[in-house]
């Protein structure tokens, strides 16, 4: 047991020390930034599919899976369910492109570290991880040279504390009370020219909110027998819209700029009233989200299913972070997962490779955001494995995405992203009496 909370948060600060700004996306410069939680690896190897759970692994997206049964299928004699810690992180390659240029960008982050605790048919979780991450360098250039630059960083962190109840053998429910907490900075250069030569002090703006907030979120899971093979599993979860307060900051610097290096060098600073304009404290609501999804397979040896994702984005808004240069409006966002497993033989001791898991899948999704009168969408196919690890519990998981976000239309950026993810899922014995003195 505590070789492996050991190497679980070894893990977990190598993770943190090869960490980078959690994007490197452009459209993180809307709203709170972009969204970063999508599931663990084993979900996001499958299209971002969460409808399955099992005793092995955490799901993050219904906390029903916290709850459930003893392992009475593997050979234990109806030992209870191991407790699992799980951390995850990945690393994203994207090329940027418009109708003019293209670059490219990359980024590393940690994703996710969580505990699952079972107690009988209740189980108990509790985790961190990135919920939104904002990340972007623009420039905006006229004949005279460069018009604007803009900058950002930071997001907002989730924690959770979840309990999951198995009512029957095949219906469980659960909650997750969530507390949202981060900070965003920005800056804007407004850059002036005479005669078309760059003058000697530009104007740099600096905002800065600190937010927080509780947030909920409910779901269900039911599975039930077809045959005595296929087994019908589907999960349903819904996230009331919460509120984020924002305490905000601004600032407006008189700077001098190297031309060589580009360090700016702040000359004065003036505090701006933004007590008087009514956004010193302003909120933020996070939008609802419903998700329903369903689908088939034989325990043990293989799953497909679908899922849709409702979310009421059309209702936010972030009133300090505006730009005079795009229009910017929020519609409902959906995202469709298609996605699933398959196991050769989970019991295969002799063939490693028969008991790895192979997952596969795809998802398309309309984040919400329309830039330009333009829908900011996004699509992606997945790729990835459950590699054994240890005893018959513990697994590292290693998933594979490419996909795009974004349009060339209307002078915006198209991102072509590869993101490379891995976890490791580590499992054990819950209060194990021992056998021997």
């Keep these: ?49 969460s409808i399955y759970t099992d005793s092995i692994h955490v799901n993050l997206r219904n906390p029903a899976s916290y709850g459930g049964k003893n392992v009475s299928q593997f050979p234990y004699n109806d030992e209870g369910r191991p407790m699992t810690f799980s951390v995850g992180g990945g690393h994203n390659s994207t090329k940027l492109e418009s109708d003019a240029n293209s670059d490219r960008t990359s980024s590393s ?24 991450s904002v990340g972007y360098k ?70 800065r909110s600190d937010l927080s907030g509780l947030s909920y979120n409910l779901g269900v899971t039911y599975k039930t027998k077809l045959s005595n093979k296929l087994e019908l599993t589907s999960g349903v979860t819904f996230s009331p819209k919460s509120d984020l307060k924002s305490k905000n900051e601004r600032s407006i610097n008189t700077i001098n700029i190297n031309p060589t290096s580009e360090q700016e060098f702040v000359i004065n600073t003036l505090d701006a009233n933004l007590e008087e304009k009514g956004l010193k404290e302003t909120t933020l609501t996070l939008p609802a989200t419903f998700s329903f999804g369903v689908g088939i397979g034989e325990a043990r040896k293989w799953f497909v299913g679908v899922e849709s994702v409702f979310q009421e984005t059309s209702k936010f808004s972030n009133a300090l972070y505006t730009s005079a240069n795009t229009e910017t ?51 992606g196919i997945s790729f990835g494995v459950g590699l054994p690890v240890g005893n018959i519990f513990s697994n590292a998981n290693l998933g594979f995405e490419v996909g795009k976000r974004g349009t060339t239309n209307k002078n915006l950026i198209q991102e072509n992203f590869i993101n490379f993810q891995l976890s490791l899922s580590l499992n054990d014995r819950w209060f194990q009496k021992s056998k021997y003195d």
């Design 329 to 379: 409006t929020y519609e409902n966002g959906n995202t469709f997962s298609l996605g699933g497993f398959y196991i050769p033989d989970y019991n295969a001791y002799k063939s490693y490779l028969k008991r790895v898991v192979y997952r596969a899948g795809f998802r398309t999704e309309k984040t919400g955001l329309v830039v330009n009168g333009e829908s900011i969408d996004e699509f």
């Design 1 to 49: 047991m505590i070789k492996k909370l050991v190497i679980v948060f070894i893990a977990f600060f190598a993770i943190q020390s090869f960490a980078q700004e959690g994007t490197s996306s452009p459209y993180s410069f809307y709203g709170i930034g972009s969204l970063k939680f999508k599931g663990t690896v084993e979900n996001r190897s499958m299209g971002g599919l």
């Design 109 to 132: 982050t940690f994703d996710y570290i969580a505990v699952s605790l079972p107690l009988g048919k209740l189980g108990i979780g509790f985790g961190l991880m990135p919920y939104t």
């Design 138 to 207: 623009l420039e905006n250039y006229s004949d005279d040279g460069i018009v604007n630059k803009y900058k950002g960083e930071g997001g907002v962190n989730r924690t959770y504390l979840s309990a999951g109840y198995q009512l029957t053998d095949a219906l469980s429910v659960g909650v997750d009370a969530q507390y949202n907490f981060g900070n965003i900075e920005g800056s804007t250069i407004e850059y002036v020219y005479n005669d078309g030569d760059l003058v000697q002090y530009q104007t740099r703006e600096d905002n």
